[in-house]
């Protein structure tokens, strides 16, 4: 028998050839991602929340994606309560569990080790709506539908740049990393925004790890300093950061580390770059 065009099954095998993601609805090819405050952005009327340092979720109604569209492998426990429409979130164990975070995500099989963590709600993807409309859509399931493993993050309107410091002073003393702010009337868009800003004492960015360095005095005959290169092929040297552990096991070459900086000189290169750490996570 012929299957004529408008047969049903023969347009749902021209969907799934030509556009799996609208059937099994896999995270899309770029996600929406903040850039740096730097002080001169009229932030008064934003909201704020604290930036949670863990791996980022994108789950699809369905399944749950690393940043990068990698399958994730959770407990049916864990994802239960999730809702049937697209959220974004940070996968968080608390503060400095990041190792461990990344350590219990990348395991390619469901573990009890998930449910030590919780799904952080910070989005809700969709290009139609604003922010704030978006988020409530999230709030609305999630005291419907309460779970151990999923939350919304609370968001603080910005009231001044005062009050934006405070606040972010609070959470470095408790052993956060910053604030991301973003525009509560923005719709949803893919890519590098100027309606989310990650706000931080310092500035940080990622490197592939090209050699290391010999150390001297207490540090001869172990890692002095890690030479990098960042994304615009120029090579930085990293001697300070380091744990005793991490100068005795550095992070091997062709792997890629966070390091902070406090701006950058006329020459284009970092100021006093620190290494932060490994990004166990950067296949994520």
């Not at 929340?49 to 980022?56: P, T």
């Not at 290009?127 to 493993?149: M, N, V």
Request: hydrophobic share 35%; glycine share 10%; net charge negative.
């Amino acid at each position: 028998m012929t299957v004529r065009p408008h047969n049903p099954l023969w347009l749902l095998l021209i969907g799934l050839f030509l556009c799996p993601q609208l059937v099994w609805g896999e995270i899309p090819a770029d996600v929406l991602r903040p850039q740096t405050y730097d002080g001169d952005q009229d932030i008064v009327g934003w909201w704020m929340s604290e930036k949670l340092d863990g791996v980022r979720g994108y789950w699809d109604g369905h399944q749950l994606w690393s940043k990068n569209g990698h399958q994730l492998f959770p407990p049916e426990e864990f994802t239960r309560d999730l809702p049937p429409f697209a959220i974004e979130g940070e996968l968080w164990g608390g503060r400095n569990t990041f190792e461990n975070t990344v350590s219990i995500v990348m395991q390619q099989q469901p573990h009890n080790g998930w449910l030590t963590l919780q799904l952080a709600i910070f989005d809700v993807p969709d290009p139609h709506s604003p922010f704030q409309t978006r988020l409530k859509r999230a709030i609305d399931w999630c005291e419907h539908h309460p779970s151990p493993y999923a939350r919304v993050i609370a968001q603080t309107p910005v009231q001044s740049v005062a009050q934006l410091e405070t606040v972010l002073q609070r959470i470095l003393q408790q052993g956060g990393e910053g604030l991301i702010v973003r525009d509560p009337r923005a719709c949803y868009q893919s890519g590098r925004s100027d309606s989310i800003l990650k706000v931080k004492t310092y500035q940080d960015a990622e490197a592939v790890v090209v050699g290391h360095l010999p150390g001297e005095g207490r540090n001869q005959g172990r890692l002095g300093a890690l030479l990098v290169e960042r994304p615009d092929g120029v090579r930085v040297k990293i001697g300070s950061g380091f744990r005793d552990a991490e100068r005795d096991h550095p992070p091997e070459i062709g792997s890629v580390i966070t390091y902070k900086f406090y701006g950058l000189y006329r020459s284009g290169l970092p100021k006093f770059p620190v290494f932060l750490r490994q990004r166990l996570d950067a296949d994520l």
